[in-house]
């Protein structure tokens, strides 16, 4: 056992590059939820990403064009939600988890002739200048496109929710719909398009999977990344660079176990590839108590169906 | 939640296998297999549904076979097996070490059925066991590794610690340090024999530590196409992966039950198929094959490794010869001594010279 043969600066970038998938589902559920809507589909767009992405990749020739199909499949999936849940009214909880096993079975459907087949490449770019700082350059800036965009990604979102007006009104309807509909604004559109995004982001959280991760598809292949995704929207309070932090600890999680293993030390994997699960599940049940909502940042309204008043 | 998906898509294939095969034509003599992933992994299972399509091409109108994918090795095996039983099955083939259990329960029920558990040791009046000596095709990808590696450090991805994945390492690291005296072993075990997402992530990681060689015993192609990214040598494991890396590619271990699988059906429609048996052939039956070399091997390695591969073929070497130590250093081979098939089917030690410690 020698720690001094964990390169830590290789780790941190393979910890950004496993997390990636987790941040950009996670940021498009955070939006989802500030709206006032609980979409636990977002396993099920995920993968719906995943296999759509890695098709067209496949049959295109092009990463890049993957990677848009699957942020238009994962939306396309989350407008059947939206539509269920907003103007069908049904229970968002019972439509979440349907939305998760439809896009599991259709995915293992769709997929189901491109097993064990590769895919095109998505070369890493990086910056000019900054990519040279020892250590710090290696971990964050010699990447691929989409791992900047998650970053930039972060940036946007907590400048939209924090500094703009369009955030401050996603955020009314979130709180409380009645009176956001009483001063005029469009509930049902605001949601409709908030779902929307959040879907996209679920979709190219899958495709970044199936197109750079891996690269492969394989059936059921996000094993459970979408639940982490939402359980990291509760633990950091619904806040986006909580978010992104969250979701390197889980990253990182995982990959440090490798690293361990690699080096000889002898630990207990089981439980350590149990830990992200066991948080997730603790903070499923978390949100689902809601005396916690008031203190943890929670959306006055998540998850309660808008019924117009007129 | 992953357990409950597996759960999940299992009862639904069960529900659409009942549906296909209450429609299956009946022919003379049928014949199931089970497969722990998809075929088209090119691994694993890709070889074993070769073995079936072989079958088919032999007997033609004669047998009919159906197979089953995605089987995961719990109680759902049992509902699979049973379920082709009651439709009508002969002869079943088990492809994976976690049916064993289901097998023997699912064979108690049905004593007329034949059954056939790939890489277990349990059986019974219907039941044959058989496995490949993979172990010997370690050998020479072990020499093959030893040669080729610059930074004396090659890494192996490994599925669950059972006897022949230990066996695996145990005979890649002989045969490596034999062609290298400054080799050193990395292990890292993901407890999956078939996750792209895992297996990539372990290629990478030891990449990162600095292996330039991967070894692995884990079913699908990502390692293939991870060690081709990062410009280092890989091994393909059950079926020929160059196609996802053309120059990573060292060779393969092929795994070959073609024959093996003609012949068990064609004792079963005779009446001369036993059960109780524990067929265990390698190298030198056809079972375990060594696939193209790469051109990037030297000469005179690609020499030395032929050479290993008909020792063993001719049954004139052995994998495990001594002298040789367990780990803790105490002596498991004499000079000149040969292991015997109990120990290498029990073997849950590493030898001498690889650290770490085997997860219990």
Request: proline share 4%; net charge neutral; charged share 15%.
């Given at each position: ?17 496993a ?35 890695f ?60 097993t064990g087949i590769k895919s095109?490449q ?87 999977l199936s197109l750079v991760r891996v690269p492969q598809w394989t059936e059921?292949m996000?094993a ?34 490798l ?52 | ?36 992933g998809p075929?088209g992994d090119h691994g694993w ?110 890494g192996?991805v490994?599925s ?28 890292i075990?993901i407890?999956t024999w078939y996750d792209p997402a895992k297996e990539a992530d372990a290629a990478k990681t030891l990449i ?6 991967i070894?692995q015993h884990v079913d699908s192609s990502a390692i293939m196409t991870v060690a081709e990214e990062a410009?280092?040598?890989a091994f393909g494991q059950a079926s020929?992966m160059?196609a996802f890396g053309?120059?990573a590619h ?111």
């Amino acid at each position: 056992m020698d720690l001094s043969e964990i390169n830590f600066a290789v780790l941190v970038a393979s910890l950004v590059v496993a997390s990636t998938p987790l941040v950009l589902a996670a940021l498009g559920e955070l939006i989802v939820e500030k709206s006032g809507v609980l979409n636990l589909g977002v396993e099920g767009m995920m993968i719906i990403g995943a296999v759509t992405g890695f098709i067209v990749g496949v049959e295109t020739g092009s990463a890049y064009i993957g990677m848009m199909a699957a942020a238009m499949a994962g939306a396309l999936l989350s407008l059947l939600f939206a539509f269920i849940i907003l103007i069908m009214q049904a229970n968002q909880v019972a439509s979440g988890l349907a939305l998760t096993i439809f896009g599991l079975g259709i995915a293992a459907l769709m997929g189901h002739p491109y097993t064990g087949i590769k895919s095109p490449q998505i070369s890493t770019i990086s910056i000019p200048f900054i990519s040279e700082i020892p250590v710090l350059g290696t971990m964050f800036f010699q990447h691929d496109l989409i791992v900047y965009l998650s970053l930039i990604s972060v940036l946007v979102i907590w400048y939209f929710l924090n500094r703009m007006r369009a955030g401050l009104i996603l955020r009314s309807v979130g709180e409380d719909h009645d009176v956001a509909h009483s001063l005029g604004y469009r509930v049902v559109t605001i949601r409709f398009l908030a779902i929307t995004f959040g879907g996209a982001m679920a979709g190219v959280g899958g495709g970044y999977l199936s197109l750079v991760r891996v690269p492969q598809w394989t059936e059921g292949m996000t094993a459970g990344a979408g639940w982490i995704a939402l359980a990291l929207v509760v633990f950091s309070g619904w806040r986006p660079f909580r978010l992104l932090i969250g979701a390197y600890i889980f990253g990182g999680i995982t990959i440090l176990q490798l690293n361990l293993q690699a080096i000889g030390v002898n630990i207990n994997i089981a439980l350590l590839s149990m830990a992200p699960y066991l948080a997730t599940i603790l903070a499923l049940v978390v949100i689902s108590i809601s005396r916690f909502r008031g203190n943890r940042g929670a959306p006055g309204c998540l998850g309660r169906s808008f019924v117009k008043i007129t | 939640m992953r357990q409950f998906m597996k759960y999940f898509s299992a009862s639904f294939l069960f529900i659409s296998m009942v549906i296909t095969s209450s429609i299956a034509i009946a022919a003379d003599y049928k014949v199931g297999f089970i497969y722990i992933g998809p075929p088209g992994d090119h691994g694993w299972n890709y070889q074993h549904d070769v073995g079936r399509k072989a079958v088919d091409e032999a007997f033609g109108d004669k047998v009919e076979t159906v197979f089953q994918e995605n089987v995961p090795e719990s109680a759902d095996a049992e509902r699979v097996m049973t379920q082709m039983a009651l439709s009508g099955a002969d002869m079943i083939f088990a492809t994976s070490f976690g049916y064993m259990d289901p097998v023997i329960n699912v064979a108690k029920k049905f004593p007329k059925v034949k059954f056939e558990h790939a890489t277990g040791y349990k059986t019974a009046d219907n039941v044959s066991t058989y496995s490949a000596r993979f172990y010997e095709g370690r050998s020479v990808v072990g020499h093959i590794a030893g040669k080729m590696t610059k930074s004396n450090t090659i890494g192996y991805v490994a599925s669950f610690p059972i006897p022949e994945v230990v066996r695996g390492i145990n005979s890649a690291y002989l045969a490596a340090k034999k062609a290298n005296p400054n080799v050193e072993f990395k292990v890292i075990w993901i407890f999956t024999w078939y996750d792209p997402a895992k297996e990539a992530d372990a290629a990478k990681t030891l990449i990162s530590q600095g292996a330039d060689v991967i070894l692995q015993h884990v079913d699908s192609s990502a390692i293939m196409t991870v060690a081709e990214e990062a410009g280092v040598y890989a091994f393909g494991q059950a079926s020929d992966m160059s196609a996802f890396g053309p120059n990573a590619h060292l060779t393969a271990i092929i795994n070959g039950w073609a024959p093996y699988y003609v012949e068990k059906v064609k004792q079963g429609m005779a009446g001369t198929w036993k059960g109780g048996e524990q067929t265990f052939d390698g190298i030198g039956a056809g079972m375990v094959i060594i696939g193209d070399l790469n051109d990037k091997i030297p000469a005179s390695v690609k020499k030395e490794a032929m050479a290993i591969r008909d020792g063993i073929a001719a049954g004139t070497l052995h994998s495990f010869t001594g002298p040789i130590n367990k780990q803790d250093g105490s002596p498991w081979l004499k000079a000149g001594e040969t292991a015997d098939v109990g120990t290498l089917l029990g073997m849950n030690f590493y030898v001498e010279g690889i650290e770490g410690d085997i997860p219990k």
